[in-house]
């Protein structure tokens, strides 16, 4: 089992940058894929990133291409966001989530673990 705690969010204008971190304890985060998810008010939780258990590989969302950079530190056990170039619809927020088998996913159902989230608020 693994224990995950996010840090980083916070408020900023629209252009501003954020790095959200994902810090996690218990097991090992190498034997897991991980995915960092947001959720807006009255929306559903949407897939924003994902990272290969070494960090190889990693996934965006279309709408974060080229603004978003998703890295791991296993040695930290730790996984990063660096968000930049933040627009208002960025808002929401923002959960790392720890997947046990196979590869990343977009489907939240598909990770076992979850980090209780830190909020991200855009202004524009």
């Known amino acids: 089992q693994v224990q995950l705690v996010e840090s980083g969010g916070g408020l900023v204008q629209a252009g501003g940058s954020l790095r959200l971190s994902c810090a996690a304890s218990g097991r090992t985060l190498s034997s897991y894929a991980m995915g960092w998810f947001r959720q807006a008010p009255g929306k559903e939780r949407e897939f924003v990133a994902g990272?290969?258990?070494?960090?190889?590989?990693?996934y965006y969302t279309d709408s974060v291409k080229a603004r978003f950079t998703i890295a791991r530190d296993n040695a930290k056990n730790t996984v990063y966001l660096q968000t930049n170039s933040l627009k208002p619809e960025d808002t929401g927020v923002y959960y790392c989530?720890?997947?046990?088998?196979?590869?990343?996913?977009?489907?939240?159902?598909?990770?076992?673990?979850w980090g209780q989230g830190t909020q991200v608020t855009v202004s524009s």
């Open positions: 989530a720890a997947k046990r088998w196979g590869m990343v996913t977009m489907r939240p159902n598909d990770y076992e673990y």
């Open positions: 990272i290969s258990r070494s960090g190889d590989s990693t």
